[in-house]
């Protein structure tokens, strides 16, 4: 086996890179890639296309997908759990904002 280049490290920490394709990310999720297109059009996650065109998704989108399909499957309208997600996320982001904030100000 040989050693990983620093490269390649970078992208197994990264939650952006794009590293699963459509039919491995529906197996992680146990979803169809039908749900995985429709979360695409409802604008919750816009996976990046790969050279051949195909849809690849990162770590990050696997979780708000999986986030969407915990919610669709307690019986939340699809556009209603993606409006839901959209701002959990802004919440999260403003919490460690403020938090980061109020460190740097003791």
């Not at 920490?13 to 794009?18: A, E, I, K, L």
């Not at 996320?89 to 100000?105: H, K, P, V």
Request: with cysteine; net charge negative; hydrophobic share 40%.
């Amino acid at each position: 086996m040989g050693q990983v280049s620093p490269a390649s490290a970078d992208k197994f920490d990264d939650d952006d890179y794009p590293a699963y394709s459509m039919g491995r990310a529906a197996e992680i999720l146990d979803v169809t890639p039908a749900f995985l297109r429709s979360l695409g059009a409802a604008k919750l996650i816009e996976p990046q296309r790969s050279n051949g065109g195909h849809r690849r998704y990162s770590r990050y989108q696997l979780r708000l997908a999986a986030r969407a399909r915990e919610l669709v499957d307690r019986g939340t309208a699809l556009e209603s759990a993606c409006r839901i997600i959209v701002l959990e996320d802004q919440l999260a982001e403003a919490l460690q904002l403020n938090a980061e904030l109020t460190e740097r100000d003791s």
